[in-house]
Structures are given as structure tokens and as C-alpha cells.
């Protein structure tokens, strides 16, 4: 049995300002042929289908229009869709009667009893072989929010948090450890940060507490064949164990995740094991070019030198021109640098998406050499870290952190 795992789609994002919907319709091609190229049996999506609560019509009318396609042209594909820390567990649930009857199976929140107890054998999917044979059994579990946790018991040294994110997946894998047979394998899943794993700081949200609750590799039993991350957008394993891995997103979500490559997991199983695993690299739909890149800043002059160099594509149909970020370093003040920058890209195949300025003068008007920096490329982390080192010259105690992310959290909820 074949498993295409895959996670953080951002459906609905754009990229200061500019929609990717372009880019996302072809990878959404680009996947249906991947699936029918490799047999895949099963698809999961490890959260993050959508990149806000809300997701524009374009953004809805993509994700549908590609489960139908899959389903139409491979009919006995299972899908398991699981919500993200940035999509609407009850928006992505809505149509789930719809889905289930189509063999989309999709979780957005803890399944729950009669009673509105948690239910962890209705979280227990079975996928399927080719030959139309229960293979695994997909234990799919979603985004934890802090309220999804029991309640802590007081141990000494235990954080609460990631003790009851530990808990839940015990008494999860239990229900897909009874519910399998000889043969089958154990998949779970999670949409969650864990310890060891490579942030994007540019568009990744710091969840369950932020960066102080990492959860640790062992919160997955050992005999899990296979552990389906979503959260993270740079493609990983975890803890040293093969088995355990982030699929990492199929675009760069910000301009810097552009160096590294984006792909999906192509994850066999026999025998209840895996018995092979293949990265499928994700083609770059649309080019991102950095000048002068490498975290660097050019001079004016050599901006705009550069500029003019570049080797562009007079061909490409608009929404596949590339994505320009150019950093400029001024020795001094030039008013008109953004109008100069723009006459030099004047009628050429490219999109300029940030010009970063850093000041270095040391004439008394730009003493401090502060770097300029808009308000929305600062996470609101960081903000209140400012506010904090302003007021009382030191940084957040932890516990004030922790305190500030679950306030975060609840406000992220709620838009």
C-alpha cells in the first residue's frame, strides 16, 4: 500500500499581497498526477489545508474541485483531511457527511460520544490496498488547541500541556493499536510542534504555548509504522526516527523558504511495516529571486546594476512571473530610491514583492542605524517582546510568554 502524505497547502494565501491561487491550482495538477503516476492508495493532508479561518471563495472552490477530480479519476483512493492550527476545525467539518460518503474522510476536532466524551476510535480510518484490503489503520488526529487537553494531574516536573497532548495520544493509539489486524500498519498523524523541528520564522505561528512546548518524539509509540506531521514547512524527520516526519509544505510560504525544496512523502507499507519511503520534489511554479540574497544588502548603485541584468523570461504568462526581494543597504538618504528601482523594472516580466532598506549612515539624522521595518513582517511575538524590553529593560519572564501565547492562541481562534 501506497501513502502520498502531504500537509500545509495555505489554500487562500498570499504573499505581500500577491494571491497564489495560480500557483496552488498547479500543484493541485501537479498532485492528481503523482498519485495516478506512483498507484497511491491513500492521500492524507496533515493540516493547514487553508491559510486563514475564513478562506476566500477561490481558495474553497480549489479544495473541492480537487477532491473531486481525485476521487473521480481514482475512485478507490482514500483521503483523510485533518484541520491545521490555521484552519476552522468546524468550517472544514461542515460537509463531512458529503465527504464521508465520497471516502473523504475529514477531521477537524476531537471526535466525541453520546456523552461528549473523547471518542478515540471514531478517529481510526482504515486505508486501503489496491486489492481493496484494509492495509493500516490512520489514527487521525488534528491541531491540539489548549482546551482539547484533559485536565493536568499535579506531577512535579510535568509540563501540563505537553503531558496532556501525551495523554491523548496514548489513548489514541490504543484505539488504532485494538482496531488492527495481522498485516495492517499503524499510521498517526499530528499538526503540532515538535522539539528538534527547523521553524520558517516568516510564516510559521508559534502553537500549544509556542516554542516552550515542543513536544517531544516519544508522545509517539514506538510500533506507529509511520507518523504524518503537518505544522512545520521545511521538510524533516524527527528525533532521529525515520518514521516520524514532517512532509513540509509544497510552496514557500515566505520569501525565506525559498533556498530549501519543497515536496510531499511517497510512504509504502507491507506487512504492517514501512518498507519504503521517497521525497517527490515539488516543481517551483513560480520563480523567487532575492537580490543580492544570502541575507546580504547591496548598495544602491549595485541594486540597480543588478536590476538591469536580469535574465527574464519575456514569455511566461503573467502570474508565473517571478517574485523579486531586493535589499538595499543606504549609506544615506534616497528618497527616491523605490521610484528609481521601479523605472529600471518598468515593462519586464517580474513582480517586486519587498524592498528591505537597512540604514547604515552615521550622520546624526540616522544615529541609532535602526532598520526599518514594517509592522506586518513582525510576529506579534516579537512585538511584544519590544514593548516589554521598553518597559522594563529585560525580556519576558517564561511563564509571562506562556501566558501571552495562550492569549494569542484564543484571539487566532477567534478570527
Known sequence: MRVLHTADWHLGQTLHGVARDPEHARFLDWLLDRIGEHGVDALVIAGDVFDGQNPPIPALALFYRFLARAKTRFPALDVVVLAGNH?????????????????????????????????????????????????????????????????????????????????????????????????????????????????????????????????????????????????????????????VRYSGSPLPLAIDEEPYPHQVVLAEFAGGRLVGRESLRVPR?????????????????????????????????????????????????????????????AGQPVRLLKLSIRLTGSGEALADSAPVIELADLAPEDVFRRIHRRSHEADPAPALMAAFHELLTAVQERE
Not at 523567487?288 to 527574464?312: K, M, W, Y
Request: glycine share 10%; proline share 9%; aromatic share 4%.
Open 87 to 243: 484552519d476552522s476545525a468546524s468550517r472544514l467539518e461542515a460537509p463531512s457527511p458529503l465527504m464521508k460518503e465520497m471516502g473523504v474522510r475529514v477531521v477537524g476536532a476531537l471526535p466525541c460520544d453520546g456523552d461528549g466524551l473523547f471518542d478515540p476510535a471514531a478517529m481510526v480510518v482504515p486505508l486501503h490496498d489496491r486489492d481493496g484490503a484494509v492495509a493500516a489503520r490512520c489514527v487521525a488526529m488534528p491541531y491540539l488547541r489548549p482546551s482539547d487537553l484533559p485536565t493536568p494531574e499535579d506531577e512535579e516536573g510535568t509540563d501540563p500541556l505537553i503531558e496532556g497532548v501525551r495523554r491523548l495520544y496514548e489513548r489514541a493509539g490504543a484505539a488504532g493499536r485494538a482496531a488492527i489486524r495481522p498485516g495492517e500498519a499503524l499510521i498517526l498523524t499530528g499538526h503540532c510542534y515538535m522539539r528538534g523541528g527547523s521553524l520558517s520564522d516568516l510564516s510559521e505561528r508559534k502553537i500549544l504555548g509556542g516554542n516552550l512546548h515542543a513536544l517531544p518524539v516519544e508522545i509517539f509509540p514506538e510500533d506507529a509504522a509511520y507518523v504524518a506531521l503537518g505544522h512545520l514547512h521545511r521538510a524533516q524527520g524527527i528525533g532521529g526516527r525515520e518514521e
Open 285 to 345: 511554479f513560480v520563480a523567487i529571486r532575492r537580490i543580492p540574497g544570502n541575507g546580504r544588502f547591496a548598495t544602491p548603485d549595485e541594486a540597480l546594476d543588478a536590476l538591469r541584468r536580469l535574465d527574464l523570461d519575456e514569455a511566461l504568462p503573467r502570474d508565473s512571473w517571478p517574485f523579486l526581494e531586493l535589499s538595499v543597504a543606504l549609506p544615506e538618504p534616497r528618497p527616491a530610491l523605490r521610484d528609481e528601482v521601479e523605472a529600471v523594472l
